[in-house]
């Protein structure tokens, strides 16, 4: 069945550092989403991308979709404490029309100062 | 933040006994769905919802039943207790126009601890 895998599980950096998670599917993705969940809270959408090869940019994010729409990436440069959350991906399956995705089980940023 | 409300917050419970946590929506959307968090698993999908009475399981549905009355609210029922459902529970809610390339908004979460 379909499967969206993301790396690492979790990361440490020192702040300023770059900071990127992957995300690989079994299957042709539709479209990928990013969210964010900070500690304690709830996840929040941060981007979706759909085109193959597409890359998108928010401010010092930075997000791309493979050319075969089976893997993505988000890249963020400089770290601050304010990216300190944990990042998730989530695809849809290019063969339904059910609005369900498939999420990564998540990379858990730490930035220390 | 979109219109969603989760009812309880927290709750504990004992084994055995049945637990039912709701989600409501003020956006009229028509998805909705439970999901799961556990450390080390990220968000697990336990059911969803793709209109009034219209259900499907997810990956992690074994325990839990769910029901959909009405547009603004999804059920999600727990017959009989585990410690293995001890777990952050998150609803979540989507528009249907483009299926799964639909953003999905997720409520504050309740938080459950079966003893």
Partial sequence: ?113 | DAGITQSPRHKVTETGTPVTLRCHQTENHRYMYWYRQDPGHGLRLIHYSYGVKDTDKGEVSDGYSVSRSKTEDFLLTLESATSSQTSVYFCAISESGRGNQETQYFGPGTRLLVL
């Fill in chain 1, 1 to 113: 069945g379909q499967q969206v895998m993301q790396i690492p599980q979790y990361q440490h950096v020192q702040e300023g550092e770059d900071f990127t998670t992957y995300c690989n599917s079994s299957t042709t993705l539709s479209n990928i989403q990013w969210y964010k969940q900070r500690p304690g809270g709830h996840p929040v959408f941060l981007i979706q991308l759909v085109k193959s090869g597409e890359v998108k940019k928010q401010k010092r994010l930075t997000f791309q979709f493979g050319e075969a729409k089976k893997n993505s990436s988000l890249h963020i440069t400089a770290t601050q404490t304010t990216d300190v959350g944990t990042y998730f991906c989530a695809g849809g399956d290019r063969g339904s029309t059910l609005g369900r995705l498939y999420f990564g089980r998540g990379t858990q940023l730490t930035v220390w100062p």
